[in-house]
Each structure stands twice: as C-alpha cells, then as structure tokens.
C-alpha cells in the first residue's frame, strides 16, 4: 500500500524567505514521487517528479525537492519565495507496476502562504 | 494547444438525482483519470482508462459511480441517486499513456454540490 503524508496544512513565509514543505511516503516498492501546485480555480499543475533517477530533483518555478529512502522523505524547497508562489501544494506518489500502474496517491496538500 | 476541459465547472443538485461530468481529455492522450477532491483533502484515485476501456475501477466508491469513455476520448462520470457525501470537485487528468514517465494533466474540475 501507498500513502503521504504532508507535516503542516498551512505554512506561512515572508518574502525572500527559505520554502520548506515536508512529505513523508509510505511504499512497499521503490516510489516514484510528484510535487504538484494548485493555484485557485486552476487544475493541478506539476512541479516536479522523482522517478528513480537523480536524489535531487529541480522542478519548474526555481523549486526542488530531495528524495531521502533512508528517511522516507521528498521535502520540498525554494530558497527565496515570491508572492507568486502562494498556493496549495500537493505530494503524490506512484508505482510502475501490476494493477496500480500510473495510480497517484496524494496528500492532504499544504497551503502556503507569502507574506509580503 | 487545449488543455483538459470540464464541464460543467459547477453543479449544484438535489439529493437522489442523478448527475453526469464530462471531462475532454488533451487531444491524442489515450490515458484518463478521475480523482474526487473533497473539501481539506488530497484528490483521491476513482477510475482510469486506457482507451476505451476502464483499466481499473477500484476507488469507485460504490455502485452509485459508473464512468464511460466510449469512443476513447470523451469519458463521462455517472452519479446515481446522488447524496449530500459526494459533493465534491471532481477532476480528470489525462496523459500521453499509462505509466509514471508519462505527465498527467489535470483538469480545472467540476464543484458539484448536493443539497
């Protein structure tokens, strides 16, 4: 079974300040994992996606994310947040394989908010 | 070029009545989703299809939820004797084909509200 969890329903920064949100996965096969932004009244908009490859992934919007097996962790980070930025954002996860093939789990979101 | 449409954007409805969703997937993806997205909640999986048929229906939550996809493109939710639980936003995503190295691309959703 797949799930993820996301520490924090709302985290709120100023300007300029470091973006940390945190996702934690739970899977009995090796993940693949998706950040994805929902800005208001607009679709899902993917960020970025581990798939196996590089730990550390760079996704659109100057984000990234780091994927941590030792700590069943895919934080996702910003150096420096814009107003721009302020929306929820949702972890999923994934497998490749038998009868959830393409199945994305997702997590409870975490809104952000940018304070100017 | 078009992104995944919904329609309608918006239904409100009476407890009982039936309701139909209709999601326009991007033009060539073959693969289609559903999630429910409730209110304070992640979406959660529904149904998806490779082509015409449904690959997996596992997270229809009962029998009151049917979905079709008939001529491979268009695919249509179907909700019976619907109840106050189901309002929700409902999304479709579609992709290229199945599998995780292909981008879903969600829809805006549809607000369904049952009264």
């Known amino acids: 079974a797949q799930s993820v969890t996301q520490l924090g329903s709302h985290v709120s920064v100023s300007e300029g300040a470091l973006v940390l949100l945190r996702c934690n996965y739970s899977?009995?096969?090796?993940?693949?994992l998706f950040w994805y932004v929902q800005y208001p009244n607009q679709g899902l908009q993917l960020l970025l996606k581990y798939t196996s490859a590089a730990t550390l992934v760079k996704g659109i919007n100057g984000f990234e994310a780091e994927f941590k097996k030792s700590e069943t962790s895919f934080h996702l980070t910003k150096p420096s947040a814009h107003m721009s930025d302020a929306a929820e954002y949702f972890c999923a996860v994934s497998d490749d394989r038998g009868s959830t093939l393409g199945r994305l789990y997702f997590g409870r979101g975490t809104q952000l908010t940018v304070w100017p | 070029g078009a992104g995944v449409s919904q329609t309608p954007s918006n239904k409100v409805t009476e407890k009982g009545k039936y309701v139909e969703l209709r999601c326009d997937p991007i033009?060539?993806?073959?693969?289609l989703y559903w999630y429910r997205q409730s209110l304070g909640q992640g979406p959660e999986f529904l149904i998806y299809f490779q082509g015409t048929g449904a690959a997996d229906d596992s997270g229809l939550p009962n029998d009151r939820f049917f979905a079709v996809r008939p001529e491979g493109s268009v695919s249509t939710l179907k909700i019976q004797r619907t109840e106050r639980g189901d309002s929700a936003v409902y999304l479709c995503?579609?992709?290229?084909?199945?599998?995780?190295?292909?981008?879903?691309?969600f829809g805006p959703g549809t607000r369904l509200t049952v009264l």
């Open positions: 033009s060539g993806h073959t693969a």
């Open positions: 899977s009995s096969v090796p993940p693949y």
């Open positions: 995503a579609s992709s290229l084909r199945l599998g995780v190295n292909n981008e879903q691309f």
